[in-house]
């Protein structure tokens, strides 16, 4: 009760030195930075119970609060980036089964029967390298047709030889 009544003596007194001071001041401008002052050192009086009260112990397992919350937040944003890594792996796979689908429609349109196909896209979405798997009976009914889908992926993907490959269906 003593250290209560202490205080209150303490904060009654500071208060009426600073009104005091705050009204003795010559110039209005300089007023209100003597009230802003003032303000700060009386929340500071305010404020120092309770410091005390928590002493340095306090305050450390303050400072333990803030710094896991910090470290929470940073394996949050690790988290995020790997989900968004994974959701873009999603999707390219997504694209190279679509580009894959449409390569099939485009041979079928040339009049070329596709078994399968698949498409590798580079981190850009542009093809890497195609891969077709031809009907087996196709060989049998138009001898070129390995040259012909080769020339239609080096005309539609812009790619060299190297990034096809043609299984001619047991050959």
């Known amino acids: 009760m003593g250290t209560v009544l202490n205080w209150?003596?303490?904060?009654?007194?500071l208060y009426l030195i600073l009104t005091i001071l705050t009204q003795l001041a010559a110039a209005e401008a300089y007023k209100k930075y003597l009230r802003f002052l003032?303000?700060?050192?009386?929340?500071?009086?305010?404020?120092?119970?309770?410091?005390?009260?928590?002493?340095?112990?306090?305050?450390?397992s303050v400072l333990q609060s803030y710094d896991r919350?910090?470290?929470?937040?940073d394996s949050f944003s690790i988290e995020a980036a790997n989900i968004e890594q994974m959701q873009e792996k999603r999707r390219m796979?997504?694209?190279?089964?679509a580009a894959a689908s449409d390569l099939i429609?485009?041979?079928?349109?040339?009049?070329?029967?596709?078994n399968r196909a698949s498409v590798s896209l580079?981190?850009?979405?542009?093809?890497?390298?195609?891969?077709?798997?031809?009907?087996a009976r196709q060989k049998q009914l138009d001898p070129a047709v390995r040259d012909r889908m080769a020339a239609l992926l080096r005309q539609a993907?812009?790619?060299?030889?190297h990034q096809i490959f043609i299984d001619e269906g047991g050959e």
């Open 8 to 13: 209150m003596k303490q904060f009654l007194i």
């Open 38 to 60: 003032s303000g700060i050192i009386l929340m500071l009086v305010l404020v120092s119970p309770l410091l005390r009260l928590f002493g340095s112990e306090g305050f450390g």
């Open 122 to 135: 580079n981190e850009d979405y542009t093809v890497n390298s195609v891969a077709v798997w031809l009907e």
């Open 105 to 114: 429609a485009f041979a079928k349109a040339q009049g070329i029967a596709v």
């Open 69 to 73: 919350f910090w470290d929470s937040m």
């Open 157 to 161: 993907y812009q790619l060299q030889e």
């Open 93 to 97: 796979e997504k694209y190279e089964q």
